[in-house]
C-alpha cells in the first residue's frame, strides 16, 4: 500500500515525532486520541458515577428501612429507582469494563500502538460525559419514572421531558457502545503484533470480541425501539399506544433483544479480567485456553436468542416459553466450562493472596451463586411465581455486584500499577474486600427470601411483615457504602503516594507487562515480539530452551 | 523476566508492522452491519403491526407506486453509476470519476426531491394511523440516511479539486462513499418491498 494513503490513516505520527514526551494532567480533560488516555477517561468518569448510582441507591435503601413512605417523596423514589439502575449500567459497568479496560488493554495486550481508529475511539468516550449530563440534568423537570427498563405505556405517561432526556442519553450510550466496539473488532483482528497468532491473544481480548460481537449487533435494535418511544412521547405517534392500535409488547421485544445481551455486555469483558487475573496470581497457566475463548463466544451467539425470558409473564405463547427457557438453561453450560475452568487453574497453584486475588475468588463464589439464581429465573414454570419480586432484584445484583463490579475492583488490583506506574496499599486493599464481601452477601441475600415472600420490586412501601429482612438489606447497603471509603482513599493516596512498581510487579506473561509503568506514550519504544504464549506460568524464564517450544502449540 | 519477553531493538517484523494497513474500509463495513440491525428492528416492527390488523394499509392511508416506482429505479441505478465512478479514480482518471459522483450526487438529489413531492401529495401525516407512523419513521429515516451519503459524495468532490488527493493508490474516500450508498441502496429495496409491494400486491 501506498505511502500517501497509511499517512492519511495515521492520525497521530510515530514516537518522538512531534509528540510531548508525556501528557500533562489538563491532556486528560481534551479530545484526546490516545488509547490509554481515554481508558483512564473512561475509568475514572464511570468510578464517578458509581458513587451518583451509590448514592441513590443509599438514599433507597433508607427510604425502605421502614414500610411507609416517609423519606423521599414516590415520586422522588421512582425518579432515583430508574436513575440508579440507568446509571449503574450504562455509565458505570459498562464504561467501565469495555471503555476503561477495553481501552486502555487491548493495544497493549496485542502489541499495537494504538487503537485502529483513534479519533472515533475518543468520540466514542465524549458521547458519555453529556449522556450523564442528560440523566442528572432530567432530575430537574422531576427525573424518569419508569425504571430502566421504561416500558410504556407508563413511560409515556409520567415525566415527559424527563423521559425524553433518557431515551437521548441511552441512544447516545448505544453509538458510544458501537463506535467502540468497531474500534475493538477491527484492532483486535488487525492490529496484533505479527508474532501473535489467534490462539495466543490473552483471553481478554478473546472476550472483547464476544462483547463487541454482541454490542454490535444488539445495540441498534434498542435504539430503533427507543427511536418509536422518543416518537411516541413527541410526535403524536401510536407505536406503543394499545388505544391506538399500538403494541406495548412489541416495545419489550426490542428492548430485551439489547437489554439481554447487555447482561452479558456486562459481564464477558469481567470474565476476561478473570482470565487474566487469576493465571497470574496462581501462578500457573490458564486452563483451557481454547474452552474459555470459545465459550465467550458460545454465550454471545446464545446470548442472542435468549431475550423472551424477561417476559413470561407478558401473554407470551407457550411455544415461546419453552423456547426461551430451553436457550436460557444453554447458556449456563458455556459459563460452567469457565467457572470449572479458572477453579482448575487454581487448583494446585501457588496462590498470592494479593487483593486483586481476593476479588477474583470472592466473584468466583459470588457469581456461582448469582448464576444458580439465574438458572432458576430461566425456567418459565418458576419465574412466572417470582417475576417483579425481589428475588429477581436480589439475582441481578449478585451477578452484577458480585460478578461485575467484584471483577472491575479485581481489574483495578491487577492493573492500577499498570496504569498509574504505583502500586496500591495491599491492607487498605484487603479491608476494601473484607467490607465488600460482608456488605454483599448482608444486602443482596436477604432479597431472594423477600422475593420468594412475595414482597414486589421497584416500588416504595410494602406490607410491615418485610421490615426485618429489609432492615438487614439496609444494613448492608450501608456497609457497602463505608467500603468504596478505603478504596477510593486508596486510589487516591496510592496514585500520587504510592510506591513505584516497576515494569512488571506481578511478573506477569501478557504483552502489557514488557512496556514501562506507565507506558510511554506510544507503547513501546520498539514493538515486543511474542516468545512464549501469554499464561505459560511454571516454565523457567531462564531456561536456554528455544522461543519456539514456548508458544502455545497450536 | 523481562528477558522472557524479548523487546529485541533488531527485529524486523515490528518495524514492518509499524505502519499497517488502512483500516477505514473494514471499520465502515462493520459500523454498516450495526446500523443496518436498527433499520431490522424497525422492519420486525412494520411486519409484525402488518399482521396484527387485519386492513393493512387502511383505507384512508393507501400509497401510491409510481412515484416511489420511478424513485427506487433512480436509487437503483444510481448505484452502478457511482460505482463506475470509483472505477474511473482506480485508473487514476479523476475526471471521470468527479463525473460520476456528479451525476450520482444528482440523482440522489432527485430520489429526496420526490420523496418530499411525495408526502406533500399523500394526504396524510404522521399521526394519521399506525400504518402511517411506520411509513414516514421508516422512510424518513432511510431518507436521513440518503442524505448522509449525499453529504459524503458532495464531501468527496469537494476534496477532489485538490490535486492528486485521490488517485490510483489513494481512494479510500471515494471508495467509504460508494459503500455507504450502496447500503442505502440496499436498505431501500427491503423497505420499498416491505411498504410498498407488500401492500399493494
Request: with cysteine; proline share 6%; hydrophobic share 50%.
Amino acid at each position: 500500500m501506498a505511502q500517501a494513503d497509511l499517512q492519511v490513516n495515521r492520525p497521530e505520527a510515530p514516537a518522538g515525532h512531534g509528540h510531548p514526551e508525556k501528557w500533562k494532567w489538563y491532556d486528560y480533560f481534551t479530545f484526546n486520541v490516545d488509547h490509554k488516555v481515554i481508558g483512564i477517561q473512561y475509568l475514572v468518569t464511570s468510578f464517578l458515577f458509581y458513587l451518583v448510582g451509590g448514592f441513590m441507591a443509599v438514599l433507597m435503601r433508607t427510604e425502605l428501612a421502614t414500610p411507609d413512605s416517609d423519606f423521599l417523596s414516590p415520586d422522588l423514589y421512582n425518579a432515583f429507582l430508574t436513575n440508579h439502575g440507568t446509571i449503574m449500567i450504562f455509565l458505570w459497568i459498562v464504561p467501565a469494563a469495555i471503555g476503561g479496560f477495553g481501552n486502555y488493554l487491548i493495544p497493549l495486550m496485542i502489541g499495537a500502538r494504538d487503537m485502529a481508529f483513534p479519533k472515533l475511539n475518543a468520540l466514542a468516550f465524549w458521547l458519555n460525559p453529556p449522556a450523564g449530563a442528560l440523566l442528572l440534568g432530567s432530575f430537574y423537570f422531576g427525573g424518569a419514572q419508569a425504571g430502566w427498563t421504561s416500558y410504556p405505556p407508563l413511560s409515556e405517561i409520567t415525566a415527559n421531558a424527563a423521559q425524553t432526556m433518557w431515551i437521548l442519553a441511552i441512544v447516545m450510550v448505544g453509538t458510544s457502545s458501537i463506535l467502540g466496539s468497531v474500534n475493538f473488532l477491527v484492532t483486535i483482528w488487525k492490529m496484533r503484533v505479527p508474532s501473535m497468532a489467534w490462539d495466543q491473544i490473552p483471553l481478554f481480548c478473546w472476550a472483547m470480541v464476544a462483547t463487541s460481537l454482541l454490542a454490535l449487533f444488539s445495540t441498534p435494535v434498542l435504539a430503533a425501539g427507543l427511536i418509536l418511544l422518543l416518537f411516541d412521547i413527541n410526535f403524536g405517534t401510536s407505536f406503543f399506544k394499545p388505544d391506538a392500535g399500538g403494541n406495548v409488547v412489541v416495545y419489550q421485544h426490542l428492548f430485551w433483544f439489547y437489554s439481554h445481551p447487555a447482561v452479558y455486555l456486562m459481564i464477558l469483558p469481567i470474565f476476561g479480567i478473570m482470565s487474566e487475573v487469576i493465571p497470574v496470581h496462581a501462578r500457573k497457566p490458564i486452563f483451557g485456553y481454547k474452552a474459555i475463548a470459545y465459550s465467550s463466544l458460545t454465550i454471545c451467539l446464545v446470548g442472542l436468542f435468549v431475550w423472551v425470558h424477561h417476559m413470561f409473564t407478558s401473554g407470551t405463547p407457550p411455544w415461546m416459553r419453552i423456547f426461551f427457557t430451553i436457550s436460557t438453561l444453554i447458556v449456563a453450560v458455556p459459563t460452567g466450562i469457565k467457572i470449572f475452568s479458572w477453579t482448575a487453574t487454581l487448583w494446585g497453584g501457588k496462590i498470592r493472596y494479593t487483593t486483586a486475588m481476593l476479588f477474583a475468588v470472592g466473584l468466583l463464589l459470588m457469581f456461582v451463586f448469582g448464576g444458580l439464581s439465574g438458572v432458576t429465573l430461566g425456567a418459565a414454570p418458576f419465574d412466572i411465581h417470582v417475576h417483579d419480586t425481589y428475588y429477581v432484584v436480589g439475582h441481578f445484583h449478585y451477578v452484577l455486584f458480585g460478578g461485575s463490579v467484584f471483577g472491575i475492583y479485581a481489574g483495578v488490583y491487577h492493573w492500577f500499577p499498570k496504569i498509574t506506574g504505583r502500586m496500591l496499599n495491599e491492607p487498605l486493599g484487603k479491608v476494601h474486600f473484607v467490607l465488600t464481601f460482608i456488605g454483599t452477601i448482608l444486602t443482596f441475600t436477604p432479597m431472594h427470601s423477600l422475593g420468594m415472600q412475595g414482597m414486589p420490586r421497584r416500588v416504595a412501601m410494602y406490607d410491615p411483615q418485610f421490615q426485618g429482612l429489609n432492615q438487614l438489606v439496609t444494613v448492608g447497603a450501608y456497609i457497602l457504602a463505608v467500603s468504596v471509603i478505603p478504596f477510593y482513599f486508596n486510589v487516591i493516596w496510592s496514585w500520587m503516594k504510592g510506591p513505584k512498581a516497576g515494569g512488571n510487579p506481578w511478573n506477569a506473561m501478557t504483552l502489557e507487562w514488557t512496556t514501562a509503568s506507565p507506558p510511554i506514550i506510544e507503547n513501546w519504544e520498539v514493538l515486543p515480539v511474542l516468545t512464549h504464549g501469554p499464561y505459560d506460568y511454571g516454565f523457567d524464564p531462564t531456561a536456554e530452551a528455544p522461543a519456539e517450544e514456548a508458544i502455545v502449540p497450536k | 523476566m523481562q528477558g522472557a519477553i524479548d523487546s529485541n531493538p533488531t527485529a524486523t517484523p515490528a518495524v514492518a508492522h509499524e505502519e499497517h494497513q488502512d483500516l477505514r474500509v473494514l471499520g465502515l463495513l462493520t459500523f454498516l452491519a450495526s446500523e443496518f440491525l436498527m433499520f431490522a428492528g424497525f422492519f420486525a416492527v412494520f411486519l409484525v403491526f402488518r399482521s396484527a390488523i387485519a386492513e393493512w394499509p387502511p383505507a384512508e392511508t393507501e400509497v401510491e407506486l409510481l412515484l416511489p416506482g420511478i424513485n427506487t429505479i433512480i436509487l437503483v441505478s444510481s448505484s452502478w453509476v457511482i460505482n463506475l465512478g470509483t472505477k474511473a479514480i482506480k485508473q487514476n482518471d479523476l475526471a471521470g470519476m468527479r463525473k460520476w459522483f456528479g451525476i450520482t450526487a444528482a440523482m440522489g438529489a432527485v430520489f429526496l426531491a420526490g420523496q418530499i413531492y411525495e408526502y406533500m401529495n399523500l394526504g396524510y401525516g404522521l399521526k394519521t394511523n399506525l400504518f402511517s407512523n411506520c411509513f414516514y419513521l421508516m422512510t424518513g429515516f432511510h431518507g436521513a440516511h440518503v442524505f448522509i451519503g449525499l453529504v459524503l459524495i458532495l464531501g468527496v468532490l469537494w476534496r477532489s479539486r485538490r490535486a492528486g488527493h485521490y488517485n490510483d493508490v489513494t481512494h479510500v474516500g471515494p471508495e467509504m462513499a460508494e459503500i455507504y450508498w450502496h447500503f442505502v441502496d440496499v436498505v431501500w429495496i427491503v423497505l420499498f418491498s416491505l411498504i410498498y409491494l407488500l401492500t399493494l400486491l
